[in-house]
């Protein structure tokens, strides 16, 4: 079955760059996503990438997907303490409904 | 309107209560899901409606009872619940199956 691993944690200054990281399985994987989640609250889509590409940048955030290694990554710059939170990447075939996610990387920036 | 709505926020109910989650979209989508998470865990998959239609079921015990009124709601019945059924009820939604999901705020449940 399919198969999302992702790093616990992360821990990062503030102004610096981070890069959460993921890996999956799934050769079939067409859709990719990261979202963020903040304490006590539901999930929030920041970005996805389809499968045919190789980079996706919106503002701040730049995913790279290697799709020959299975593996994708999500690099914020000017990280702030807003960014502190859980991100998780998901997965999903081009024909379902499920998401596959990843267990989450907490993500804590420093002052 | 990109926003995904479910009352209540909280809920604490006892092992003999019935009681509804409801969750609410405007966006016209046509896909909508309902998610269990544990603290420090990914969401789980309870259950998809695809067109109103129940698409995909995970096994979910009987004591949950989905049910999609319409296009633009989704309700969860609990009964008889455990408590460790404890944890954040989250619903989403897509414009179809393989598009991106939205997700709500989510239910925190509390069993006793």
């Known amino acids: 079955g399919e198969d999302v691993e992702q790093s616990l944690f992360l821990s990062v200054r503030e102004g610096d760059s981070s890069v959460i990281n993921c890996t999956y399985t799934?050769?079939?994987?067409?859709?990719l996503y990261w979202y963020k989640q903040e304490p006590g609250a539901g999930l929030q889509l920041l970005t996805y990438?389809?499968?045919?590409?190789d980079m996706k940048q919106d503002q701040r955030l730049t995913v790279l997907l290697n799709k020959k290694d299975k593996h994708l990554s999500l690099r914020i710059a000017d990280t702030q303490t807003g960014d502190s939170a859980i991100y998780f990447c998901?997965?999903?075939?081009?024909?379902?409904?499920?998401?596959?996610f990843g267990g989450g990387t907490r993500v804590l920036v420093k002052p | 309107d990109t926003e995904v709505t479910q009352t209540p926020k909280h809920l604490v109910m006892g092992m003999t209560n019935k009681k509804s989650l409801k969750c609410e979209q405007h966006?016209?989508?046509?896909?909508m899901y309902w998610y269990k998470q544990k603290a420090k865990k990914p969401p789980e998959l309870m259950f998809v409606?695809?067109?109103?239609?129940?698409?995909i079921n995970e096994s979910v015990p009987s004591r949950f009872s989905p049910e999609c009124p319409n296009s633009s709601l989704l309700n969860l019945h609990l009964h008889a619940l455990q408590p460790e059924d404890s944890a954040l009820y989250l619903c989403?939604?897509?414009?179809?199956?393989?598009?991106?999901?939205?997700f709500g705020p989510g239910t925190r449940l509390t069993v006793t």
């Open positions: 990438i389809f499968s045919n590409m």
């Open positions: 966006m016209g989508h046509r896909a």
């Open positions: 409606y695809s067109y109103e239609k129940l698409s």
């Open positions: 989403a939604s897509s414009r179809q199956g393989a598009d991106e999901q939205y």
């Open positions: 799934d050769s079939s994987s067409t859709y």
């Open positions: 998901a997965e999903s075939e081009a024909a379902g409904n499920k998401l596959t």
